[in-house]
Each structure stands twice: as C-alpha cells, then as structure tokens.
C-alpha cells in the first residue's frame, strides 16, 4: 500500500466518496419508483434512527482512531498505535452490542417518538418493524469504521475509500432487487418491501469488512501488526483516556446532527400537521430535507467528507510536531477547497431544482420547492464539518462543545418560529426549517474559526480573497444560465428531456465558472500544476505534455 499526501488523498478519498454518493442518488430512481412516497417517508424513518445508534455505537472512535494512530506514528510508538487499536475495537464491541439491544427491544417505543398521534400516514407497526430491521447494522458498521480509522491514521486512504464503494455497491443492490422482489414479485407489502431494503445496510457493510479484513492482512508489516513490538511506556489507561477525549467530541457532534434531523423530522411534521397540512403532506415534506433531498445533497457533502479523511491525519501529525505554518496551510487549503467546489455545486443544483427532482422523484406539489433551498444548506454543512474537525484535531474540545451545542440548540429552538414566520409572510413554511439549519451551522463556523486564529499562524486572509472571487464567478454563472433558460426553458414532461437539460446546464455552468477560476488562478493554487496535468492527461488520454517540472513538496 503506498501513503497519500493531503492533496492526494483528498482527492482519492472524494472521488470514492463522489462515487457511492452518485450512485446513492441514482438507486432512489428506481427505489422511489417501487415503494412510493408513503414508503420513501417509512424508509427516512429508520434511516434517521440507525444514524443516531450507529454514531453511539461507534463512540467516535474511527476517527478519533485516526487522530491516534496519526500521532503515534509521528512519535515512533508503533506498540502503543497497536494497542490503541485493539482497545478501539473491545470498546465498539460493547457499545455496538448495547445499541442493538436497545433498538431490539425498544422500537416500538421510538416509533411512538416520532410521529406521536398523527394519523393519515405510515402505521406505528410499520415503522417498529424497520427500525427493527436496521438494528443487526449496527452489530457491524463500527467495526469497519474502526478499521477505517487504523488505515486512515497511517495516510493509507485508498483501501479505506475502496471498502466504502464495496459497502455502497452492495446495499444499494440489496434495496433495489430486495424491495422489487418483495413489493413486484410476491406482491407482499411495501413495509415489509421497505425493511429488506433497509436490511442492506447489514449485508454492504459485512460485504466492506471482509474486504478490509483481507487488505489488513496482506499488509500486517505494514501496519505493525505481524509481529511483537515492544511494549512504549503508555499505560492502557492512558490509552482509554486518551481515545475517549478523542471520541467524545466526535460522538457530540455525530449524534448531535443526527439526533437534529430526526428531532428536525417530528418537528417539521407537527409543525404543518398544525397549520393545515394533511399527516400524508407533512410526512412527504419532512422526508424531503431529512432524506430524500438529503441524498442530493450528498454529492455537495461528499467534498467535504473526503477532506476529513485526508485531513485529520495531516493536521494532527503537523500540529503534533508544531508546525503551525502547515496546519494553517492545510485548513485554509480545506476551507478553499469547499468554496471552490461546494457553492457552485450547491447553487448550479438549486437553479436545476425542477429537473433534477424531475430526473430522481417525479415532479410533485413540494419537492422541488422543498429542494430548492435545503441544497444550500450543504454549503454552511461542509465548512461546518472541516471547523469542527480541524479544531477537534488540535484539541480544541471546549470551542467544539460550544459550537456544536450553541448551533443545535439554535437549529432546534428557531425551527418552528421560523416555518410560523414563513408561513405568515407568505413563503412556504418548509423553508423556515432550513433557514434555522443554516443559521445553526452559521454561529458554530463563526464559533470555530474565532478561537483557531488564537493559534500561532493561523490566518484566513487568502481564503477570503478566494471568497469573493468564488463569488464573482458564481455570479456570472448563474446570469449565464439565467439568460440560457429565457432562450432554452426547462423541459420536465419526461424524465429524458430533464437529464438533456441538466446536461446542457450543467456543462455551460462548469465551463463558464471553471474558465474564469482557471484565469484568476485560483485552480493552480489550490491544486497544483502536477495535479492538473495528470488530470489533463487522462482527459486527452495521455495526449497532453507537462512543460514544466514541479517542486517535490507541491502536494503537501
């Protein structure tokens, strides 16, 4: 296995994240097809519920996983990288196995949590029997996160990014033959449809950790692991200490947006139930911006869970070391990139709301509405999640608890007077719910990057200038395809003519936006000569010539 540098296994890590993402949007074509929206709003249900179990149940310990081994490492204490390891998995193993135990046991319970007396909608025995279901993932998700985080830590990110396409490939096959063979062929019922799909979780990540598995073995020298090593003068309390002050900050934030969008869930169907709108309706919108716009969504977030991946490692090794120039040098790097890749991708996918939702879901009364603001939230999400890890990775717990705390509680709090305050200036008052969302992340950024300029030579000047630029350039895409479509409008009676217009779109957005970054040079900064000519070189299929050599420490 070889070692990625941060720009390459940034890019590595989002490609494969870019990938299951874009598949995870294209299986809910036909997923959506087979079980309906009464079903989609079932699915959303048990979704929302495994994420919140499955952030306890791994205790943030993959990530924090890959914050320790990074550090050993750096330190040359491979014993005590060993043994973190080891601990990491004795500890999800109990937690893991709690949480199963809990949602065995109490599903019926939670059902009663989330839609409380609303009538109109899915059964309460339906929705026990999904979450039900989902439970068994949990058994498994956290050890494969686990390892994850071991090959994560030593800058290994290709295998981990691998596992993730395996787990992706494999669920989505489950959901879609699972719930068509269910529903299509032996006519049973959706619910029943809906929990063969949500089983999939299960079966993708078992897929995932025998291929991880596989790849831990070949490469045991590698990753310390083939023989004795002499035991580093750490005790294994101060291991647990060490992996616990890690995680929690971790498990805070997890559960914290988890639990958010399943609290965002009950509050948005309460909410509308109240003002007029039908348990069918209230069920479908809050779908929408929990899950099914969510997974649009995910192709704007998948840049900067790529970062993380690639991220973590770096900035704790350099922190570690004190080299303050190259953290502030990698943050502001993350921060820049997601400008210059999410704002674009989020505004270009809100001007194509309409034949985007069209493409995955039909066209329907609230779903390209709803859509069309809950994708700007992936923006403020992204630099949400690339502060909180930076400050987590250079110990800044205390600013994490505050931020994180300070922006649910603002989400939480704003979420109803805001859909009320909608409502009555005559906006849709779905929107209020996103409106809170953003303002959430908005004060936990502001939070986050007001304590990380206290460290020594930490700085946002060129990243605002970059700011500004993006925006320049986001402008002047956003008047071009404004123009197009008073010429070309958009076509949404098939689904074909949707993706026709999307491919158009797309490609005089991209062009027009890339072109003017291209000139301002802010592509080169970010990524370097070296890696825009292997680019360009797979573009031309090996035709294009580099001209220039490159310094050897570019991709740092």
Same mark, same amino acid.
């Given at each position: 296995?070889?070692?990625?540098?941060?720009?390459?296994?940034?890019?590595?890590?989002?490609?494969?994240?870019?990938?299951?993402?874009?598949?995870?949007?294209?299986?809910?074509?036909?997923?959506?097809?087979?079980?309906?929206?009464?079903?989609?709003?079932?699915?959303?249900?048990?979704?929302?519920?495994?994420?919140?179990?499955?952030?306890?149940?791994?205790?943030?310990?993959?990530?924090?996983?890959?914050?320790?081994?990074?550090?050993?490492?750096?330190?040359?204490?491979?014993?005590?990288?060993?043994?973190?390891?080891?601990?990491?998995?004795?500890?999800?193993?109990?937690?893991?196995?709690?949480?199963?135990?809990?949602?065995?046991?109490?599903?019926?319970?939670?059902?009663?949590?989330?839609?409380?007396?609303?009538?109109?909608?899915?059964?309460?025995?339906?929705?026990?029997?999904?979450?039900?279901?989902?439970?068994?993932?949990?058994?498994?998700?956290?050890?494969?996160?686990?390892?994850?985080?071991?090959?994560?830590?030593?800058?290994?990110?290709?295998?981990?990014?691998?596992?993730?396409?395996?787990?992706?490939?494999?669920?989505?096959?489950?959901?879609?033959?699972?719930?068509?063979?269910?529903?299509?062929?032996?006519?049973?019922?959706?619910?029943?449809?809906?929990?063969?799909?949500?089983?999939?979780?299960?079966?993708?990540?078992?897929?995932?950790?025998?291929?991880?598995?596989?790849?831990?073995?070949?490469?045991?020298?590698?990753?310390?692991?083939?023989?004795?090593?002499?035991?580093?003068?750490?005790?294994?309390?101060?291991?647990?200490?060490?992996?616990?002050?890690?995680?929690?900050?971790?498990?805070?934030?997890?559960?914290?947006?988890?639990?958010?969008?399943?609290?965002?869930?009950?509050?948005?169907?309460?909410?509308?139930?109240?003002?007029?709108?039908?348990? #069918?309706?209230?069920?479908?919108?809050?779908?929408?911006?929990?899950?099914?716009?969510?997974?649009?969504?995910?192709?704007?977030? #998948?840049?900067?869970?790529?970062?993380?991946?690639?991220?973590?490692?770096?900035?704790?090794?350099?922190?570690?070391?004190?080299?303050?120039?190259?953290?502030?040098?990698?943050?502001?790097?993350?921060?820049?990139?997601?400008?210059?890749?999410?704002?674009?991708?989020?505004?270009?996918?809100?001007?194509?709301?309409?034949?985007?939702?069209?493409?995955?879901?039909?066209?329907?009364?609230?779903?390209?509405?709803?859509?069309?603001?809950?994708?700007?939230?992936?923006?403020?999400?992204?630099?949400?999640?690339?502060?909180?890890?930076?400050?987590?990775?250079?110990?800044?717990?205390?600013?994490?608890?505050?931020?994180?705390?300070?922006?649910?509680?603002?989400?939480?709090?704003?979420?109803?007077?805001?859909?009320?305050?909608?409502?009555?200036?005559?906006?849709?008052?779905?929107?209020?719910?996103?409106?809170?969302?953003?303002?959430?992340?908005?004060? #936990?950024?502001?939070?986050?990057?007001?304590?990380?300029?206290?460290?020594?030579?930490?700085?946002?000047?060129?990243?605002?200038?970059?700011?500004?630029?993006?925006?320049? #350039?986001?402008?002047?895409?956003?008047?071009?395809?404004?123009?197009?479509?008073?010429?070309?409008?958009?076509?949404?009676?098939?689904?074909?003519?949707?993706?026709?217009?999307?491919?158009?779109?797309?490609?005089?957005?991209?062009?027009?936006?890339?072109?003017?970054?291209?000139?301002?040079?802010?592509?080169?900064?970010?990524?370097?000569?070296?890696?825009?000519?292997?680019?360009?070189?797979?573009?031309?299929?090996?035709?294009?010539?580099?001209?220039?050599?490159?310094?050897?420490?570019?991709?740092?």
């Amino acid at each position: 296995m070889k070692k990625n540098s941060f720009v390459e296994g940034t890019i590595i890590a989002t490609l494969a994240i870019v990938f299951t993402k874009i598949l995870g949007m294209l299986y809910v074509i036909p997923f959506y097809s087979i079980i309906g929206s009464q079903g989609s709003s079932l699915y959303s249900y048990a979704y929302n519920i495994y994420m919140i179990f499955l952030s306890i149940s791994s205790a943030g310990i993959p990530t924090a996983m890959s914050k320790i081994v990074s550090e050993y490492e750096s330190q040359g204490m491979r014993e005590a990288k060993v043994r973190s390891f080891k601990i990491g998995i004795f500890i999800v193993s109990i937690l893991s196995a709690l949480c199963f135990l809990v949602l065995i046991f109490f599903s019926e319970t939670i059902a009663k949590l989330i839609v409380g007396d609303m009538t109109g909608g899915n059964t309460l025995e339906d929705i026990t029997l999904v979450i039900f279901v989902v439970s068994f993932a949990v058994l498994i998700i956290p050890f494969l996160s686990v390892a994850r985080g071991y090959l994560q830590g030593h800058k290994y990110i290709k295998p981990s990014s691998m596992s993730q396409m395996i787990e992706q490939i494999v669920r989505i096959l489950v959901i879609i033959f699972g719930s068509f063979f269910i529903i299509k062929i032996l006519h049973k019922s959706v619910s029943l449809g809906v929990a063969v799909a949500v089983a999939g979780a299960f079966v993708g990540g078992l897929a995932a950790i025998i291929y991880i598995a596989g790849k831990i073995f070949t490469h045991k020298k590698q990753l310390s692991l083939d023989r004795k090593l002499e035991r580093d003068n750490i005790s294994n309390k101060e291991i647990l200490k060490k992996i616990c002050s890690y995680a929690i900050p971790f498990v805070i934030i997890n559960l914290t947006v988890n639990i958010y969008n399943t609290v965002d869930m009950s509050l948005i169907i309460r909410t509308l139930s109240s003002i007029g709108y039908s348990g #069918a309706d209230a069920e479908f919108v809050a779908g929408v911006i929990t899950t099914w716009g969510y997974k649009l969504n995910m192709i704007v977030t #998948a840049v900067a869970t790529g970062l993380t991946v690639s991220l973590i490692p770096n900035i704790v090794s350099a922190y570690t070391l004190k080299k303050y120039d190259k953290v502030n040098k990698i943050f502001n790097k993350a921060l820049q990139i997601i400008l210059f890749i999410s704002i674009p991708a989020a505004f270009g996918l809100s001007f194509l709301a309409y034949p985007v939702w069209n493409v995955f879901y039909g066209i329907d009364a609230y779903g390209p509405t709803v859509f069309k603001l809950s994708i700007i939230t992936a923006i403020f999400c992204n630099f949400y999640l690339i502060a909180i890890q930076t400050a987590q990775s250079v110990n800044k717990y205390k600013i994490v608890y505050i931020a994180v705390i300070t922006g649910f509680l603002t989400n939480a709090l704003m979420d109803v007077p805001l859909m009320l305050l909608c409502n009555k200036i005559g906006l849709p008052p779905y929107y209020g719910a996103s409106f809170a969302t953003i303002l959430g992340y908005t004060i #936990a950024i502001v939070i986050v990057l007001a304590s990380m300029k206290k460290i020594k030579g930490i700085n946002y000047g060129e990243t605002w200038k970059m700011l500004f630029k993006t925006i320049g #350039a986001l402008i002047a895409m956003l008047v071009v395809l404004s123009l197009l479509n008073i010429v070309y409008p958009f076509h949404t009676s098939t689904k074909m003519w949707s993706i026709i217009d999307i491919a158009i779109y797309a490609l005089v957005g991209a062009t027009i936006y890339l072109f003017l970054m291209y000139k301002m040079g802010i592509i080169k900064d970010l990524f370097g000569q070296k890696i825009i000519d292997r680019v360009l070189k797979i573009i031309t299929l090996g035709h294009y010539k580099a001209k220039e050599t490159y310094n050897d420490t570019e991709e740092d």
